[in-house]
């Protein structure tokens, strides 16, 4: 008896379990309740009652050498079928698509990047304003009627009504009730009118306001800020004029062409053939405005400028539909490529 359940042991020693159906056919063989060890178990009542207490011992080392080399090899085979093993370490990487920055950003950047070069900060107000930054303080009669329903929305919000700024003049009013002058500064931001939406108009859009303001600052500073601008966003040879405009914050008011940068001023349909493109708003600021704003009109003048960014994303990237930049198609956002 002793000589079979260690010739067993060395069959049992010398058996390969390389895969899945080795090791189960292992364990039927062996281990199995028709197995060669049970089998051994019952051949144990035909053993002397002397010799019963070892020979059981052998049997068990039997069936436990039997069980660990089954159970390891079943650990291995399940490690090895683990998902890391199975990947192809040498394959090439499935490309991921970059994305790109959005038109208005891009432009914004470069704005933002031209006027910080002479010195101009960055300064944010609130989207959801009064009627005091929006309108009053900007030196607007009560009857103006940019105050009309259709263009501004309101907002009821408790006792007082506010709205969603029209402009982003209203941040020029905060700058100058938080700061002192020399003031420099650009103030980008979205603004919202009530207006249908259509290729031309949207409901909401963005601009850059600028506005500075110290000793002896003239129309003529204005005007050399301005000529930098447009060459440094549309090219050394660029050309601007200034036609006399109304606004109720500055006095006097110009409105800004820059020389058409499609035609190079030959004529076409986006200059509707003047040769000329309107970019910007600016003036003198209207000493009401400083007044109101606790900064004194005798010591000190400025300047102000605004300007619509989809206007100018339009001139640069030839896109004249206005509802394309919120539309999120990806395939008219990838085309976009800026520096910044
Ligand atoms: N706020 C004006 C608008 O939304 C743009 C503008 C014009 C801003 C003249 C100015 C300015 O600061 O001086 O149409």
């Given at each position: 008896m002793k000589d079979k359940i260690e010739t067993l042991k060395n069959e049992i020693n010398q058996v390969n379990l390389t895969d899945a159906l080795s090791v189960e056919s292992f364990r039927i063989k062996y281990l199995g309740s028709k197995g060669l060890i049970k089998s051994l178990f019952s051949e144990l009542k035909n053993i002397p009652n002397e010799e019963k207490r070892e020979v059981g011992k052998f049997i068990n080392d039997l069936r436990d050498f039997a069980q660990n080399k089954w159970k390891e090899a079943k650990e291995k085979l399940e490690e090895n079928s683990g998902s890391h093993h199975n990947i192809d370490l040498s394959r090439p990487e499935d490309a991921i698509e970059i994305g790109a920055r959005h038109p208005l950003s891009i432009v914004r950047s470069?704005?933002?990047?031209?006027?910080?070069?002479?010195?101009?900060?960055?300064?944010?107000?609130?989207?959801?304003?009064?009627?005091?930054?929006?309108?009053?303080?900007?030196?607007?009669?009560?009857?103006?009627?940019?105050?009309?329903?259709?263009?501004?929305?309101?907002?009821?919000?408790?006792?007082?009504?506010?709205?969603?700024?029209?402009?982003?003049?209203?941040?020029?009013?905060?700058?100058?009730?938080?700061?002192?002058?020399?003031?420099?500064?650009?103030?980008?931001?979205?603004?919202?009118?009530?207006?249908?939406?259509?290729?031309?108009?949207?409901?909401?859009?963005?601009?850059?306001?600028?506005?500075?303001?110290?000793?002896?600052?003239?129309?003529?500073?204005?005007?050399?800020?301005?000529?930098?601008?447009?060459?440094e966003l549309f090219g050394e040879k660029t050309k601007i004029r200034l036609r006399p405009s109304y606004f109720p914050f500055t006095e006097p008011s110009a409105e800004v062409d820059v020389s058409c940068t499609i035609c190079n001023s030959k004529g076409c349909n986006v200059c509707k053939y003047t040769g000329w493109l309107e970019i910007l708003g600016c003036g003198m600021v209207d000493p009401n405005v400083l007044e109101s704003s606790g900064i004194d009109s005798k010591t000190y003048s400025g300047f102000a400028f605004g300007m619509g960014i989809e206007r100018i994303a339009q001139l640069k990237y030839k896109v004249n539909d206005l509802r394309l930049y919120s539309e999120n198609d990806v395939r008219f956002l990838k085309q976009f490529t800026g520096g910044f």
């Amino acid at each position: 008896m002793k000589d079979k359940i260690e010739t067993l042991k060395n069959e049992i020693n010398q058996v390969n379990l390389t895969d899945a159906l080795s090791v189960e056919s292992f364990r039927i063989k062996y281990l199995g309740s028709k197995g060669l060890i049970k089998s051994l178990f019952s051949e144990l009542k035909n053993i002397p009652n002397e010799e019963k207490r070892e020979v059981g011992k052998f049997i068990n080392d039997l069936r436990d050498f039997a069980q660990n080399k089954w159970k390891e090899a079943k650990e291995k085979l399940e490690e090895n079928s683990g998902s890391h093993h199975n990947i192809d370490l040498s394959r090439p990487e499935d490309a991921i698509e970059i994305g790109a920055r959005h038109p208005l950003s891009i432009v914004r950047s470069e704005i933002i990047d031209i006027f910080s070069r002479i010195g101009f900060t960055v300064s944010e107000g609130p989207e959801i304003e009064d009627d005091w930054h929006n309108f009053s303080a900007l030196n607007f009669p009560p009857e103006h009627p940019a105050r009309d329903m259709q263009d501004t929305f309101f907002i009821e919000k408790g006792e007082k009504e506010m709205a969603l700024r029209t402009h982003t003049s209203s941040v020029q009013v905060r700058v100058m009730e938080h700061s002192k002058p020399p003031i420099r500064t650009i103030s980008p931001g979205r603004v919202y009118r009530n207006e249908a939406i259509s290729a031309r108009a949207h409901c909401f859009f963005h601009q850059v306001e600028g506005l500075y303001i110290d000793k002896d600052v003239s129309f003529a500073d204005l005007k050399q800020t301005l000529l930098y601008f447009a060459k440094e966003l549309f090219g050394e040879k660029t050309k601007i004029r200034l036609r006399p405009s109304y606004f109720p914050f500055t006095e006097p008011s110009a409105e800004v062409d820059v020389s058409c940068t499609i035609c190079n001023s030959k004529g076409c349909n986006v200059c509707k053939y003047t040769g000329w493109l309107e970019i910007l708003g600016c003036g003198m600021v209207d000493p009401n405005v400083l007044e109101s704003s606790g900064i004194d009109s005798k010591t000190y003048s400025g300047f102000a400028f605004g300007m619509g960014i989809e206007r100018i994303a339009q001139l640069k990237y030839k896109v004249n539909d206005l509802r394309l930049y919120s539309e999120n198609d990806v395939r008219f956002l990838k085309q976009f490529t800026g520096g910044f």
